[in-house]
Each structure stands twice: as C-alpha cells, then as structure tokens.
C-alpha cells in the first residue's frame, strides 16, 4: 500500500511538472508571437502608405485665398510620422500685396504637421521686382521653411543677390511678412554705386 502511494505521488509529481512546463512553454511561444508582430507593425509603419507623381498641394488661408503652393515630382507619405518626403520639389508663396517668390530644390520633407518645409540640394529662391522692392536671388544648400510664419532659416552658407547687390554669409533668417534678412556669420557684401 506504500509503494502504491509513493508511485501514485510520483506520477501526480509527473504530471504536474509536465503541466507546468507545457505553461511555460505556451507563454514563451506567445511572447514570441508577440515581438514578432510588434516589429512587424513598427516596420510597417515606417512604409509609406501612399505615393504621389507629379503632385500640387494648396495651402489656403484662414480667409479662403490660397496662400501657397507645393509641388514636385513625386511625394512620399511615411504614416510612422505623419511626414512627407518630396523629389524636386518646388514651393511658391503667393501672398496677394506681395510679389511671388519661388523656392526650388532637390529634396524636401515636410513635417510638424505640415508647418515646416526642409529643403536641401541645390536651394534656390527666386523673386519677381515689384513697385516696393527689387528682385531677389538666393543660393544655398539647405533652407528649412515655416510657410505659416511666413519665415525661413539656414545655418549654410548662403548668397543672396538683391537688384545688383550681393551678399554672402553663413547662415541666414529672414522673415517675409517683416521683409528683413539677417545674414551670419563672416562674409561680402558687393554694393554697386549708384548711376547718375
């Protein structure tokens, strides 16, 4: 009667160390599932959701008028972020008292909810002359754009060319509602005299 309570002990000790470890193992199985489809979500995620060609996006104003333009050869849209990568892009401020100024790169991303415009490569903005100002021409390699502030900056170098005046520095803000430039850091200023 002894040995049948010690085998009855040992095959319940068993069974349950067997139950055990099948729970362990179910967990650990689970966790694993689990991590995989984490990083399977954080990958996806990072894919683009959609892709535009030759695109135009309008921003209007609070008051219904347009106030800018973005456009480009292709938009990619990143959900992880909610931001866009844009391929030539080109942006033109259509403010209606001002002249219209027109700012082209090689590259863009859009972010912060589409207040903030980077641009790199090959930055150039170019303004028409009107009755207040002379045309203007500005050269750098990055150009990081605020549209609703109607500002922009860089720590670049930059040239900038104002009816016959050039100016050089490294580093620039400008704010276009204010019309003030500010150029850093060292660098030229060319400053024709004026015709008779």
Do not use: C
Not at 78 to 105: E, L, W, Y
């Amino acid at each position: 009667m002894r040995n049948q309570r010690t085998a009855h002990r040992y095959r319940l000790s068993a069974g349950l160390v067997l139950a055990l470890l099948g729970a362990f193992g179910s967990f650990w199985l689970l966790q694993l599932m689990n991590r995989a489809d984490v990083e399977q979500a954080s990958i996806k995620l990072n894919e683009p959701d959609y892709i535009v060609e030759r695109f135009s996006f309008v921003r209007m104003t609070k008051t219904g008028q347009p106030s800018y333009i973005i456009s480009g050869d292709k938009l990619t849209h990143r959900p992880i972020d909610d931001s866009s990568d844009i391929d030539k892009p080109v942006v033109r401020s259509i403010s209606g008292d001002k002249p219209p100024m027109d700012i082209h790169a090689e590259k863009a991303r859009v972010d912060q909810d589409n207040t903030r415009v980077t641009l790199t490569d090959k930055v150039r903005i170019d303004r028409a002359p009107s009755a207040t100002s002379r045309e203007m021409h500005l050269a750098t390699q990055a150009l990081t754009i605020y549209p609703d502030e109607d500002r922009m900056e860089t720590d670049q170098p930059v040239r900038l060319q104002m009816g016959n005046a050039t100016a050089t520095g490294t580093g620039m803000k400008a704010n276009n509602a204010t019309r003030q430039v500010q150029l850093e850091g060292r660098g030229t200023m060319v400053y024709p005299p004026r015709g008779r």
